[in-house]
């Protein structure tokens, strides 16, 4: 199976900065990778899909990248709402996998 | 709009079964890939499984912990999904989702979840 492994787990940042979170795989997955963004109580949302596919709806300031192994979600000029577990997950092959959360906190 | 409606969670005895249902609607639900994803309380995400649609071989895939205890089926007549669970662990306890794959090899749209406990 393939591992995916996300960092930091949990981040405490303020409205306004620039955040970044990295999802490393354990093995290439080209460009299957995507991005949810999860409040407490609901369902997952789709964010970004094929590395750097912005879904419809998802503000700008959300954005990916990367390729192979390494790839990053970058949120710049965090809104209150952005305040949010996002998880990273591959599906180049199967058994599909996420990566382990990053929780991003208010400071 | 896409629309799935998970039910038939509930509390389980070890070793017991169960079989969730999620309704959708909004898209042509023949074409679609499937998929169930679960949420232990306080956990991370974990890819249960997916179906592929009839014209894709129908095939199912399944994650390691529970691959020879759960399948997933489908009702393209009822545009419904499947997983029958069975053997259950306490460990399986958690919020299951449907979710489709309708654009790419994503999970573009979700369920609401319906919560399986798992205790004696």
């Known amino acids: 199976d393939i591992q995916m492994t996300q960092s930091p787990s949990s981040l405490s940042t303020s409205v306004g900065d620039r955040v970044t979170i990295t999802c490393r795989a354990s093995?290439?997955?080209?460009?299957?990778l995507n991005w949810y963004q999860q409040k407490p109580g609901k369902a997952p949302n789709l964010l970004i899909s094929?590395?750097?596919s912005l879904q419809s709806g998802v503000p700008s300031r959300f954005s990916g990248s990367g390729s192979g192994t390494d790839f990053t979600l970058t949120i710049s000029n965090l809104q209150p709402e952005d305040f949010a577990t996002y998880y990273c997950?591959?599906?180049?092959?199967?058994?599909?996998?996420f990566g382990q959360g990053t929780k991003l906190e208010i400071k | 709009e896409v629309q799935l409606v998970e039910s038939g969670g509930g509390l389980v005895k070890p070793g017991g079964s169960l079989r969730l249902s999620c309704a959708a609607s909004?898209?042509?639900?023949?074409?679609?890939?499937m998929n169930w994803v679960r949420q232990a309380p306080g956990k991370g995400l974990e890819w249960v499984g997916r179906?592929?649609?009839?014209?894709?071989?129908?095939?199912?895939d399944y994650a390691t912990p529970v691959r020879d205890r759960f399948t997933i089926s489908r009702d393209d007549s009822k545009s419904t999904l499947y997983l029958q669970m069975n053997s259950l662990q306490i460990e399986d306890t958690a919020v299951y989702y449907c979710?489709?794959?309708?654009?790419?090899?994503?999970?573009?749209?979700w369920g609401q979840g319906t919560l399986v406990a798992v205790s004696s």
């Open positions: 979710t489709t794959e309708l654009g790419g090899y994503y999970f573009d749209s």
């Open positions: 909004g898209f042509i639900f023949n074409n679609a890939r």
């Open positions: 179906v592929k649609s009839k014209t894709d071989g129908g095939t199912t």
């Open positions: 093995q290439t997955i080209r460009y299957y």
């Open positions: 094929a590395v750097s």
């Open positions: 997950q591959q599906s180049f092959s199967s058994p599909y996998t």
